[in-house]
């Protein structure tokens, strides 16, 4: 039987909680007083032993400007994040190691932002501060929890969605197929009019997303997008 639509936020908050994205560092961010005139696009992905790629999710990372402003953001569970920010050089870094089989992986590097362009940063294998290590309890446990991350992210892929809200952007996850209701982070679509918010579906389709609800506190926020825009490829939940 279908739960009360009333008591909708109270089913999908867990869901949100679980998947890491309530009260989490959001998957756009910007430097603070910056116009949003340039943007770091960072992907983070080791190689393992048998040569295969693999995303470094939740990993915690301080950018900071030549004038010394700095935010703290973390990867996704695919292993990416993108950054708004003014033009200039910044410093990416670490703000704990990554243990991935028996190694202890840190980064520390320069990128410089041009106005009005994306410059893509990958941290990986090569450009590490890399020792042997044993992980502490302060440490991001790849090797532990790398499956399950990318078991969530292989089940749930085709239920996240990206919003667009003017120059904002961020992650939505679908909470309700039949109702097109989708979930994401209220600060993503605060400063936005009805008219700007979006949700793109996939790589061809995207489509208006009405705001039902905003809870600031929560930083929490539910769209609806049309029942008929979901296909059997995406919306699976």
Do not use: C
Not at 119 to 143: K, M, Y
Not at 147 to 165: E, G
């Amino acid at each position: 039987m279908t739960p009360p639509r009333r008591n909708l936020l109270g089913i999908v908050v867990p869901l949100v909680a679980l998947l890491g994205v309530a009260r989490a560092e959001p998957a756009y961010s910007s430097v603070p007083g910056a116009s949003k005139d340039g943007e770091i696009l960072i992907t983070a992905a080791l190689v393992d032993q048998d040569m295969k790629v693999r995303p470094v999710p939740l990993h915690g990372i301080f950018i900071r400007s030549s004038a010394g402003d700095t935010i703290s953001v973390r990867t996704g569970l695919d292993g990416k994040v993108a950054v708004s920010a003014p033009a200039g050089t910044y410093t990416v870094a670490s703000s704990a190691p990554t243990v991935f089989q028996g190694h202890s992986y840190t980064w520390v590097l320069s990128v410089a932002v041009t106005p009005g362009r994306t410059v893509e940063l990958a941290l990986t294998n090569d450009n590490a501060a890399i020792s042997p290590s044993s992980p502490s309890p302060g440490q991001t446990r790849v090797g532990d929890r790398l499956d399950t991350a990318a078991d969530l992210y292989n089940r749930f892929n085709t239920s996240v969605f990206r919003i667009q809200a003017g120059l904002a952007h961020g992650t939505g996850f679908l909470a309700d197929t039949l109702g097109g209701v989708i979930i994401t982070n209220a600060h993503v679509v605060e400063n936005s009019e009805a008219s700007e918010i979006s949700a793109v579906l996939d790589s061809h389709t995207r489509t208006r997303a009405q705001l039902l609800s905003r809870d600031p506190d929560a930083d929490i926020a539910i769209l609806r997008v049309s029942p008929d825009d979901l296909t059997p490829e995406t919306g699976q939940i």
